[in-house]
């Protein structure tokens, strides 16, 4: 008893142990947003993003519990916070809905990132110049095979047919059974029409290089875009950039157009040899004879003696150029002719 004299007798509940910072228990569990409303994101500029709901716009931030998602015009987002659309208001984009298709690039052959450009859309359409810029098959083909690896409809447009005629670029496609249309200045209101009711009610993408009447084609269309339009050089026969960023528009009568800005390379290098060959699908039967792995760029490819057989001049440009994709040494502006 002595000894115990003066202390007072304790227990384990008069024990007090301060937690360290990193002892508090953790949990995945991330808010529901129960009350977030769906959104359409028609813009992307430097974090913020333009979302379209019902009648009114409104200016997102990505929320941090989203981390390092990537978010692309034409992504369906869940929207929570201040979605009023009034002047200065944030609003934050909590969920990033599953995409049906998804369309990548590379910065060039030699980079195998893939990043995306645009989601959710069903068709890609590929304006090319007949002339002024000339046409550039190279990248009409890198453009059918990211859109054949993304799961969209190629749709070729051709314009400035008032300077130049369709007959060397057509013949070339024939095999692939796209939708092609023909355009000239002054626009016929018929081909016009024909066009407007493919895209009609679906989220397409334009592409293509610089020059080309894509920015003239979008005004035509959608005379409320009031895309600026540029003018090709008389020195480089380039044109000059006139969209800094892809920007989702609606279209009279229902779907949307996404204009992209105009791209004089296309890199597939986040694509594999396979996945290029199978977007060549007027090849595809002349395959069935190559040996097992074959990378049909060498002497034992049974392509050459298939396209010799009766594939004509059509195709043996088409295999050309998958050899051209397939070797990719020189990066994309090589085949881009």
């Given at each position: 008893?002595?000894?115990?004299?003066?202390?007072?007798?304790?227990?384990?509940?008069?024990?007090?142990?301060?937690?360290?910072?990193?002892?508090?228990?953790?949990?995945?569990?991330?808010?529901?947003?129960?009350g977030a409303v769906p959104?359409?994101?028609?813009?992307?500029?430097?974090?913020?993003?333009?979302?379209?709901?019902?009648?009114?716009?409104?200016?997102?931030?990505?929320?941090?519990?989203?981390?390092?998602?990537?978010?692309?015009v034409g992504d369906t987002v869940s929207l929570a916070g201040d979605v009023t659309g009034a002047p200065?208001?944030?609003?934050?984009?909590?969920?990033?809905?599953?995409?049906?298709?998804?369309?990548?690039?590379?910065?060039?052959?030699?980079?195998?990132?893939?990043?995306?450009?645009v989601a959710n859309a069903d068709l890609l359409v590929i304006v090319s110049a007949l002339a002024d810029p000339p046409p550039r098959t190279g990248l009409i083909d890198r453009f059918l095979v990211a859109a054949y690896d993304a799961g969209l409809e190629p749709v070729l447009c051709l314009t400035?047919?008032?300077?130049?005629?369709?007959?060397?670029?057509?013949p070339g496609y024939d095999p692939l059974g796209l939708r092609a249309v023909v355009l000239g200045r002054p626009f016929d209101p018929a081909v016009l029409a024909?066009?407007?009711?493919?895209?009609?009610?679906?989220i397409s993408v334009l592409v293509g290089h610089s020059g080309v009447g894509k920015s003239t084609l979008v005004n035509t269309l959608i005379p409320a875009a009031d895309r600026a339009v540029g003018t090709v050089s008389p020195v480089t026969g380039r044109?000059?950039?006139?969209?800094?960023?892809?920007?989702?528009?609606?279209?009279?009568?229902?779907?949307?157009?996404?204009?992209?800005?105009?791209?004089?390379?296309?890199?597939?290098?986040?694509?594999?040899?396979?996945?290029?060959?199978q977007a060549f699908p007027d090849l595809a039967p002349g395959t069935a004879d190559c040996p097992p792995g074959c990378a049909h760029l060498g002497a034992e490819c049974a392509l050459d003696d298939w396209v010799a057989a009766g594939g004509g001049d059509?195709?043996?440009a088409r295999l050309e150029s998958l050899r051209r994709l397939l070797a990719r040494a020189d990066g994309p502006d090589a085949d881009d002719r």
């Open positions: 008893m002595s000894g115990q004299r003066g202390h007072a007798r304790l227990d384990e509940d008069d024990v007090r142990v301060r937690a360290s910072r990193g002892s508090r228990p953790r949990t995945r569990r991330r808010p529901a947003h129960a959104g359409f994101v028609a813009g992307v500029d430097r974090g913020r993003y333009r979302c379209v709901l019902d009648d009114r716009v409104i200016t997102a931030m990505k929320a941090r519990e989203l981390g390092r998602g990537t978010i692309v200065g208001s944030l609003a934050r984009v909590v969920r990033i809905e599953p995409r049906r298709s998804v369309l990548r690039r590379s910065a060039d052959d030699a980079d195998p990132v893939e990043r995306a450009i400035k047919a008032d300077l130049a005629g369709p007959e060397s670029i057509l024909d066009l407007h009711a493919i895209l009609a009610g679906r044109g000059r950039h006139t969209s800094s960023s892809a920007v989702a528009l609606p279209l009279p009568g229902g779907g949307w157009v996404i204009d992209t800005p105009g791209l004089r390379g296309f890199g597939l290098g986040h694509m594999s040899p396979e996945r290029v060959v059509s195709l043996a």
